[in-house]
């Protein structure tokens, strides 16, 4: 069944790692995106790419990075995990024509 | 800039009863879309409604249905019959039409009471 997954579910890991949330995708969308979501529920576009080797910076300033090498891949990495990095991490894709997203399950990142 | 404008944190419903979540939103563009978003807990985001602002036919989804003004820039959410299942946080969210990303409001936390 075409889906949208994200791996780990649940992710608790200490200062200073680094760590790759994965995203991937068997739907064939070209665009992509990753939302943070705040303990409050609130949800804020940190990156987007609209296809392959392209990648922008979303509207909420985040120290990780993403890259785009496989329409269906989406990962999103931290180099040096910190406490301030807690939070829920949302990959989504679109498709070309069909506004709306597809999510996946999320991410709950906790660094200690 | 455009804004999403949830002014209900919460609110509960009871059971088989009927619920309407607000949802205001700015912007200067005359062509976009709205959407409802619900998130169970711990559970996957998913869309419940979808309206194209140049429809002025409302969008209705089995229980869900929504009310469009446009002028006004209100874009609430019904939920009929109401269910347990139904128990979510709802997020409204905003696309213009040339742009893919999407904008969302806080939320609301809808529960419902047995």
């Known amino acids: 069944e075409a889906d949208i997954y994200q791996t780990p579910r649940y992710l608790v890991i200490g200062t200073g790692k680094k760590i790759t949330l994965e995203c991937s995708q068997t739907m064939g969308h070209d665009k992509m995106y990753w939302y943070q979501q705040d303990p409050g529920m609130e949800l804020h576009l940190i990156h987007y790419?609209?296809?392959?080797?392209?990648?922008e910076k979303g509207d909420l300033s985040s120290e990780s990075t993403v890259s785009r090498i496989r329409t269906e891949h989406f990962p999103l990495t931290l180099e040096s995990a910190r406490p301030s990095h807690t939070s829920q991490y949302l990959c989504?894709?679109?498709?070309?024509?069909?506004?709306?997203?597809?999510f996946g399950s999320g991410t709950r990142l906790t660094v200690v | 800039a455009q804004t999403v404008t949830q002014s209900q944190p919460e609110m509960s419903v009871q059971e088989a009863e009927t619920v309407t979540l607000s949802c205001t939103y700015d912007?200067?563009?005359?062509?976009?879309?709205l959407f409802w978003y619900k998130q169970p807990p711990s559970r996957q985001m998913i869309l419940v409604i979808r309206?194209?602002?140049?429809?002025?036919q409302n969008a209705t989804e089995n229980r869900f249905s929504v009310n469009f003004q446009k002028a006004a820039k209100s874009f609430s959410l019904k939920i009929s019959d109401s269910q347990l299942g139904d128990a979510a946080m709802y997020f409204c969210a905003y696309r213009m039409n040339r742009d893919d990303k999407i904008i969302f409001g806080k939320g609301t936390r809808l529960h419902i009471l047995p």
């Open positions: 989504a894709s679109s498709e070309v024509g069909r506004p709306g997203y597809t």
């Open positions: 309206q194209e602002a140049y429809k002025q």
């Open positions: 912007t200067s563009e005359s062509d976009y879309y």
């Open positions: 790419s609209y296809g392959v080797n392209s990648t």
